[in-house]
């Protein structure tokens, strides 16, 4: 399997219909997955691309687009004796005074969990209230709407922090400064909610838009259906992920979330607020809500500035190299930003993964 | 974000990576100052180091405490790595190794049998390899104060030219003796209690007869043996001492079935993990392929290959080409991502 994605042949040939495709002119491709950005840096992809086709990462790690307020909220949770789980890579991300792992080591009881069940599970286990931090796009969404909708244990609460990407997508398009020409939406978000919500984005702004895979050639394959539709000046949203995506998505998944959930305003780190691009428990699942059951109201956030690119990272408008900190002050045991932290941000990855515009 | 007075040593400053440079560097290297006695030394953190003996060629010294977790392993046990890692240190150096030393330092409570059976297994290792352990030390903890067994041994080995890891030139060939990233993830399908067990085994094994071999087909120019942080670590440690640039071919390296499953499967890679059995190697690409035929003429070479080659493209970078196609650098790890494992 492994190596019918690794295929050297295929990549060449999807490499020169994109060569044969993309405009005389620096080609803007933004996307929003980590995982995207995992599989393009590993595999040397931007290499094997013109120097004028530029591909970068918007807001998509939910660990590194978490505000401050939502951390603060679960760290005075946890002050009043609650037990947080999270997932592991939230544990660093910093609140105004504090993170989750500082807060552990001063003795609250703070624990890393790999999924919303498991933190049901410690709540069956103990008489203490047990709250989870949930974080995540479309994709971790249904799992915890699921295990809300089972009848969980009485002590358990979520802290809302479930973030939607078309919103964030548009609010990257509506910035001045950002000339995006085109997205290659995320595959584990678009299973979830399809590829309709993508319609309305690429017919009002213009912009192609591509759901890809995870493999190398699903990336190159969703560059060449972009360069494809703007060389046809045919911006449209696209599946370039049939494998694994429905054009309408996942009904069951879709339904869950709209029996638990409802859309609220959200804050996105290094972006601000977007309209609608956050989901909090709906009237039905209210006592459910963290900061309903110990009435704790968000606070406003400060955000340390980072004295770093990470906005400008988050938002595509700037690559991790062009920030003086990475890899000389900025490292993922000594972060300046959240981009340094989530192991799906670029700044992360490109560490790890020796990422580069070119080599 | 760090307080210097609240500074703690982290699971990373043990691992082999960039952290464990640093602490090193800014700790330990700048304290001493009478750091060697030949001429390779202290500065070098090298596998070990040299003494030179007037006539008689050079005196090799190497050190190293083991520490696994667990003690006994798919493939071997702490014994079988204590001896192992020791040999192999002297080895890449270019060392016929002569013998070694083994402290140990056990915990109370740990019960005899298992002692037993890591003591058998060091003599097992002992005579695989031809090396004698002739002296010794015991410490014996109270209950608590560390867990189970720790292992340190020391070797010495003769040279008749040490080779370093950073003595190669433009234009050599970089050899690797075997898959990668066996020992590492054999360790890690362990820990990480995963539900399903593979044959995979650790690639544990005495490398001096296999490299003696190497180096009587060929003109070998530095060598190490990738343990902690992998080959990652080790290739950009031979890439930044000697200041020139490694390219690979990812294509050209080895991974194991089972390997790149579990890889995938906890999101490590398999250049990041510890190896026991393998070595890289340089040499002039003249003889470079005579080298790979007389490893291969090995048990423990079978699998043995030229991977890339050095280069001034990137002095001090390893630069990987992706099966795809694409280039990119390969990274040194920031540390093994596995504690404990040799």
């Known amino acids: ?359 | 974000m760090n307080n210097p007075e609240e500074e703690t040593v982290q699971l990373t400053h043990g691992a082999g990576g960039r952290a464990m440079g640093e602490l090193l560097e800014k700790h330990v290297l700048n304290t001493f100052t009478r750091k060697s006695a030949g001429e390779i030394g202290l500065d070098q953190l090298d596998d070990g180091a040299t003494i030179d003996l007037p006539g008689e060629g050079t005196l090799v010294l190497t050190t190293d405490s083991h520490v696994v977790k667990p003690l006994f392993f798919p493939g071997g046990d702490i014994g079988k790595l204590a001896v192992c890692g020791t040999v192999n240190d002297l080895a890449v150096m270019g060392a016929d190794p002569i013998a070694l030393t083994s402290s140990l330092i056990v915990e109370e409570g740990f019960p005899i049998k298992k002692l037993d059976r890591v003591m058998a297994s060091m003599e097992e290792t002992s005579a695989e390899s031809g090396i004698p352990i002739i002296t010794g030390d015991t410490k014996v903890l109270e209950k608590g104060d560390m867990d189970g067994l720790a292992i340190n041994t020391a070797g010495i080995g003769l040279a008749d030219k040490p080779i370093s890891d950073a003595g190669m030139n433009p234009g050599d060939k970089v050899i690797l003796t075997g898959t990668i990233g066996d020992h590492g993830m054999a360790l890690m399908q362990y820990r990480e209690g995963l539900s399903f067990k593979t044959e995979l085994k650790s690639d544990i094994a005495p490398l001096n007869s296999l490299l003696r071999s190497a180096s009587e087909s060929g003109d070998i120019t530095a060598m190490k043996d990738p343990t902690r942080g992998g080959i990652a670590a080790a290739l950009n440690e031979m890439a930044q001492k000697s200041n020139l640039g490694l390219t690979i071919k990812e294509e050209l390296v080895s991974v194991r079935e089972a390997v790149s499953g579990i890889a995938e499967l906890i999101g490590i890679s398999p250049y990041e993990v510890a190896n026991e059995g393998k070595a890289i190697i340089t040499a002039r690409a003249e003889t470079a392929r005579e080298i790979v035929e007389g490893l291969r003429g090995h048990p423990l070479g079978r699998n043995a290959r030229i991977i890339g080659e050095i280069n001034q493209e990137r002095p001090g970078k390893v630069i990987m080409e992706t099966e795809i196609g694409g280039r990119r650098f390969l990274e040194a790890p920031l540390g093994d991502p596995v504690p404990r494992i040799c």
Not at chain 1, 53 to 68: A, F, K, L, M, N
Not at chain 1, 99 to 127: F, H, P, Q
Not at chain 1, 226 to 238: G, H, R, V, Y
Not at chain 1, 344 to 352: D, G, H, V
Request: charged share 25%.
């Open chain 1, 1 to 359: 399997m492994k190596f019918k994605f690794k295929d050297r042949e295929r990549a060449d040939e999807l490499v020169q219909l994109i060569n044969r495709r993309v405009p005389d002119r620096r080609i803007k491709i933004v996307h929003v997955c980590g995982t995207h950005e995992v599989a393009i840096t590993e595999n040397g992809l931007r290499s094997l691309l013109p120097d004028r086709i530029d591909i970068r990462e918007g807001p998509g790690c939910p660990v590194c687009v978490t505000p401050t307020s939502d951390l603060d909220a679960a760290l005075k949770l946890a002050e009043r004796g609650a037990i947080i789980t999270a997932f592991g890579d939230m544990m660093n991300v910093p609140g105004t005074a504090k993170s989750l792992n500082e807060l552990k080591s001063e003795g609250a009881d703070v624990r890393l969990v790999y999924s919303v069940s498991e933190g049901a599970k410690i709540a069956e286990n103990t008489e203490k209230q047990v709250v989870f931090l949930g974080v995540g796009f479309e994709t971790t969404t249904p799992m915890t709407a699921a295990i809300l909708k089972d009848d969980p244990p009485e002590n358990f609460s979520i802290l809302p922090s479930n973030k939607l990407i078309p919103p964030a997508m548009k609010s990257l398009l509506e910035l001045p400064d950002n000339d995006i020409d085109g997205f290659i939406a995320p595959g584990h978000v678009s299973t979830i909610i399809g590829v309709r919500p993508y319609e309305s984005l690429a017919e009002e702004y213009g912009v192609p838009i591509v759901v890809g895979g995870f493999e190398p050639l699903d990336i190159l394959y969703a560059l060449a259906l972009i360069m494809n539709q703007i060389s046809n000046s045919d911006p449209k949203a696209e599946n370039g992920y049939n494998r694994a995506v429905d054009y309408e998505g996942n009904p069951k998944s879709k339904k869950l979330i709209k029996e638990v959930f409802k859309e609220t305003d959200a804050t996105w780190r290094g972006i601000g607020t977007i309209p609608n691009s956050g989901l909090t428990l709906n009237r039905n699942y209210e006592e459910w809500n963290a900061l309903n059951r110990f009435e704790v109201e968000p606070e406003e956030g400060i955000e340390e500035p980072p004295n770093c690119l990470c906005p400008q990272v988050i938002t595509a408008r700037a690559t991790p190299g062009e920030c003086e900190l990475f890899k000389e002050k900025c490292t993922p045991s000594s972060p300046y930003g959240p981009c340094m932290v989530g192991e799906e941000a670029m700044c992360n990855i490109w560490y790890r993964y020796g990422g580069r515009p070119k080599l």
